[in-house]
């Protein structure tokens, strides 16, 4: 693939070109810009490539192109082989249709009441994006008509075919107009699926997108389950927890990667981000400061690391799954260089594990789940990070006149544990006055709660009409953490407890102070002793 391929090298109308331009994607990946232009010019595609490649906008982009929004009828239909699917592709199109509101899409599958398909069919719709027994029902039914349709997308062709659809699809096809566009994608290329496409294409185009192995074994690879909205929040705390020297964070956006930066800037880390759109005297500064280590962390798209060759990178954090399964090989190859070893981690939301599959068995490796890191497990490693300087500064010697000091204090009310103590809290609570989640997971006060637990003060109450469900929904909802890890509750008049796990306080607190209960202020506080507190300071 030419690297230096551009989406307006597509000739792309410009509410298309508006639309991928505000989804933040800088360059076609390798599938889009092999298929794109021949779909556009009208040719049949046979293309192999995987989940997480980017082929739905390598037909999405064209199939668009080609639709009259004035007329009110199925134009193009899109077969693949479950709902989740389904889902996903008609979600990637309507990103693509943004800016064109009068091109409708409707997705169809088995699982969804077939009323609200009915009713939409009948106000007509431009693109149907289906599994082909809901299809195939549909055609029964005579509710929908393909007698329009000018473009037919088989996706995951052979997992289709695997599942016994040979049959449905063959009949779907032959329902559409032979002078069809017929554009077939598959992971991989079977005798049947070569058939099929001497049965059904006309002098179609192959092509396919080679992949990389992974051949980096020094590099400790794992993934995180987290949700998009608690992903920041779980960033700060691997970074806290392994307190890298240099690290990547890999975003698929441009847009993203300004984001991340504004807001992980704000919590105090020194990071600046790097994307295409970035004057080459802008890449330069915020490449030297990185190399000169005034940088600690660079949030970046794929694009724009490209050549990025720093050898003191020892991590690589992807706050998003790439797109292509090559991007995940670039990417954690950006640690571990010159023989060192290197940390790469993965956050994975629940819609991402197909295209974890993917990297995994393409890159053939293994990549291990790992816990969300907690407040408590930052605080201890970074304990155990200042006992080993510690045993370091003993081992050089040299603290005699401290040692005087510490023995003339001993010799009053002091013993030289409380002394050592105490110097070691000062010393950890300096370190991290700039993590508002480490501060508060080690300072938290005798709330009086259950031992492992948090009491905090809510503003809410009976007055508000209140209920304990209330309180439980809104911080599990908030915060994603599990309703039933939620602890005792108190609800008074005007105000109201609540107990909750000492690993999920700081998160909480710092969520719900900008939430509301009932649509008032949570107001919440730590508690005060034993929960004593009528109203509040």
Not at 107 to 134: E, F, K, M, N
Not at 471 to 477: K, L, R
Request: neutral net charge; hydrophobic residues 40%; glycine residues 8%.
């Amino acid at each position: 693939m030419n690297t230096r391929i551009q989406f307006s090298d597509f000739s792309l109308s410009k509410e298309v070109a508006k639309a991928i331009e505000d989804m933040g994607f800088e360059e076609p990946s390798p599938i889009q810009a092999l298929a794109i232009p021949l779909i556009q010019a009208g040719r049949d595609v046979t293309a192999q490539a995987q989940t997480g490649t980017g082929k739905t906008a390598a037909f999405g982009i064209p199939l668009i192109e080609k639709i009259d929004p004035a007329k009110r009828a199925v134009q193009a239909i899109v077969l693949c082989p479950t709902r989740e699917l389904a889902i996903q592709i008609a979600e990637e199109f309507t990103g693509l249709l943004a800016h064109i509101p009068r091109i409708t899409v409707l997705p169809v599958y088995g699982g969804q009441p077939i009323d609200r398909q009915l009713r939409a069919l009948h106000q007509g719709v431009h693109i149907v994006i289906g599994t082909p027994g809901r299809v195939m029902d549909h055609l029964e039914r005579r509710t929908l008509v393909l007698n329009d349709v000018a473009t037919v997308v088989l996706d995951e062709a052979d997992q289709m075919l695997d599942m016994g659809f040979r049959d449905d699809i063959e009949f779907i096809v032959k329902k559409v107009p032979q002078d069809r566009q017929t554009l077939l994608f598959s992971a991989t290329m079977p005798q049947p699926i070569i058939d099929f496409s001497k049965r059904f294409q006309n002098r179609p185009e192959f092509v396919r997108v080679q992949y990389t192995e992974l051949t980096v074994p020094q590099i400790e690879q794992s993934y995180i389950e987290v949700k998009d909205r608690e992903k920041l929040d779980v960033l700060c705390r691997v970074i806290d927890l392994w307190d890298p020297r240099l690290a990547i964070i890999f975003c698929n956006t441009k847009r993203r990667a300004e984001e991340l930066a504004g807001k992980i800037k704000a919590r105090g880390y020194r990071a600046e981000e790097l994307h295409g759109d970035m004057k080459q005297s802008q890449r330069d500064r915020v490449m030297g400061g990185f190399r000169k280590g005034l940088i600690d962390i660079l949030i970046a798209t794929d694009v724009a690391a490209r050549g990025i060759d720093v050898e003191a990178v020892d991590m690589v954090i992807n706050f998003d799954v790439p797109q292509d399964v090559e991007y995940y090989v670039h990417r954690i190859g950006r640690t571990g260089r010159a023989g060192k070893s290197g940390r790469a981690v993965t956050f994975v939301a629940p819609r991402d594990f197909t295209k974890l599959r993917e990297i995994q068995h393409y890159a053939k490796v293994k990549i291990p789940r790992i816990p969300v890191p907690s407040q408590g497990d930052v605080a201890r490693t970074r304990t155990l990070a200042m006992l080993d300087k510690i045993r370091k500064t003993i081992s050089e010697g040299g603290l005699e006149t401290y040692t005087r000091i510490i023995e003339q204090e001993a010799e009053g009310d002091l013993t030289s544990v409380e002394i050592a103590a105490a110097l070691l809290k000062l010393q950890m609570e300096q370190g991290t006055a700039e993590s508002p989640e480490i501060r508060d997971a080690i300072t938290f006060p005798d709330t009086g709660a259950e031992p492992g637990m948090v009491r905090f003060f809510l503003g809410v109450g009976r007055e508000h009409k209140v209920q304990p469900k209330d309180i439980v929904g809104a911080i599990a909802g908030e915060t994603g953490i599990p309703g039933k890890a939620i602890g005792a509750i108190r609800i008074l008049d005007s105000y109201s407890f609540v107990e909750i796990p000492q690993e999920h306080a700081a998160e909480v607190y710092e969520i719900m102070k900008e939430r509301t209960i009932r649509n008032q202020p949570t107001k919440i506080e730590p508690a005060q002793g034993q929960g004593r507190r009528s109203s509040p300071q």
